[in-house]
């Protein structure tokens, strides 16, 4: 019988297979290094990188990875000029909503809308970890997730709660315990003699839940909201100007309606008192922090910045800002302290707040600004347009597509041939 050899023994042989195999990306690193340097880059360049290998491509789409991604992009934005999408109506064409991106210094582009054409009015809400929904006023129906940095969106089923002697106020909202996507309705009932209402109605729709749309009352008393969205979104939980029911002078708002994700129900505060006379009022995330802005329109206008204490359910005022010349109204405030205005002629200003040159007036901190720059949306209708500050977020829902030109003739077919179909989407 021929000798045995030795042949392979446990834990030996050739190795040369072994040490001639390239390394994983991630075998170089600890997992949470590498997470921590993706989590930190631009959009665009992370995209790039999910081709480099599978680990990456699957990390980048983990709900706490995006998460984080997006804690950190809206953070490093708030310093710099973020993406800004700007709502317009467009005179003179079956089109006419019209949604432009503007990041400073770039000159602003005209993106595809993915709202059906055929529809002549659009409302806005949000944005919450990159994502705005668009829908049609005053019902809230024919809703749409967009978002516009990874260029994607999909229609939501609608509810079967109609009624239209209602008008309907759209919020969004993120659950971060369940990374999920809020979108809410308040059904408001306009003030009338002689109405019974205590509570408010709402609806409710988590996105990762397979059964749709949820109907609650609030615990709160009733108010009423007179707007199609929410005023502002701090903190991915949405906030309103509202009235309180028993009071309601229209402009004269009382209450700061807040939705709290994890009562899933509203809170309200009352508003500052500002004066007797006429005002105008707008929320916005000023300084990391939910600033009411209040001003009043002169030749020489003041904006008083107020912020709550929402644990001592406090008003304090913070600063004043100005003046303001040459604008016709207000739109909103950026992320990089930045506050934008539309003057009589529909041209844009962007005043920066020259935070350098501190002033007191009357123990008041006063920040005196300036036009940084202005902006003209071709062929838009003046006293059209809308802003948002949208921070780029890798957050996709299921079912988002790719979005691509409308073709108007379709959505007419669409519509003539099935009058329930967005219930089938």
Same mark, same amino acid.
């Given at each position: =019988? ?12 050739? &190795? ?23 989590? #930190? ?8 990188? #999910? ?12 709900? @706490?990875? +995006?998460?984080?991604?997006? #804690? ?47 529809? *002549?009015?659009?409302? +806005?809400?949000?944005? $919450? ?11 809230? @129906? ?10 994607? &969106?999909? =229609? ?12 309907? &106020? ?20 306009? *003030? ?39 005023? !502002? +979104? ?7 100007? !509202? ?7 229209? /402009?004269?708002?009382? #209450? ?20 007797? /006379?006429?005002?105008? !009022? ?8 939910? /600033? ?10 003041? +904006? ?5 204490? @929402? ?10 800002? /100005? ?17 934008? !205005? ?17 002033? $007191? ?6 920040? *005196? ?7 003209? %949306? ?7 347009? $809308? ?12 079912? =988002? %597509?790719?979005?691509?030109?409308? @073709? ?18």
């Amino acid at each position: =019988m021929a000798p045995k050899g030795k042949g392979k023994q446990k834990g030996k042989g050739s &190795s040369k297979k072994t040490e001639n195999r390239a390394q994983e990306p991630n075998c170089i690193f600890k997992p949470e290094i590498i997470s921590n340097i993706l989590s #930190r880059l631009p959009l665009k360049t992370l995209l790039q990188f #999910r081709s480099v290998c599978k680990q990456w491509r699957k990390l980048i789409y983990k709900p @706490d990875f +995006i998460v984080t991604h997006y #804690r950190h992009s809206s953070s490093l934005q708030r310093t710099d000029s973020s993406m800004i999408i700007i709502q317009s109506r467009h005179d003179g064409r079956f089109n006419h909503n019209v949604l432009v991106q503007y990041k400073p210094p770039l000159p602003p582009v005209q993106v595809k809308n993915p709202y059906p054409i055929v529809f *002549p009015k659009m409302s +806005i809400a949000g944005p $919450v970890n990159g994502i705005l929904c668009i829908f049609q006023p005053p019902l809230g @129906d024919a809703l749409t997730l967009w978002n516009p940095a990874m260029n994607k &969106s999909k =229609m939501v089923m609608l509810s079967k709660t109609t009624n239209p002697s209602q008008k309907v &106020s759209v919020g969004l909202a993120f659950d971060s315990q369940k990374k999920d996507l809020l979108i809410l309705k308040i059904f408001c009932v306009p *003030p009338f003699p002689g109405c019974t209402k205590t509570k408010v109605e709402f609806e409710i729709r988590e996105m990762k839940y397979p059964l749709g749309w949820e109907k609650l009352k609030s615990r709160t008393n009733y108010f009423y909201i007179d707007k199609p969205s929410c005023d !502002a +979104i701090f903190k991915a939980e949405p906030y309103w100007l !509202a009235y309180d029911y028993e009071e309601y002078i229209p /402009g004269k708002y009382q #209450r700061l309606v807040h939705f709290e994700v994890s009562k899933m129900d509203f809170e309200w505060w009352i508003l500052p008192f500002i004066g007797v /006379g006429d005002y105008y !009022a707008n929320l916005a995330d000023f300084e990391d922090s939910l /600033g009411f802005m209040v001003w009043t329109k002169t030749e020489n206008s003041y +904006i008083d910045v107020w912020e709550v204490d @929402d644990k001592k359910f406090q008003w304090r005022k913070k600063c004043k800002i /100005g003046p303001l010349f040459g604008f016709d109204r207000i739109l909103g405030c950026l992320r990089n302290g930045e506050i934008v !205005a539309e003057n009589e002629e529909g041209v844009l200003l962007f005043y920066t707040v020259n935070k350098s040159e501190l002033a $007191v007036q009357n123990d008041e901190n006063l920040y *005196p600004c300036s036009v940084k720059n202005t902006l003209t %949306v071709g062929n838009s209708e003046k006293g059209s347009h $809308v802003i948002f500050d949208c921070p780029e977020g890798l957050l996709l829902i299921e079912g =988002m %597509v790719t979005v691509d030109p409308q @073709d108007v003739l379709k959505w007419q077919s669409i519509l003539s041939t099935s009058e329930d179909f967005l219930r089938k989407l």
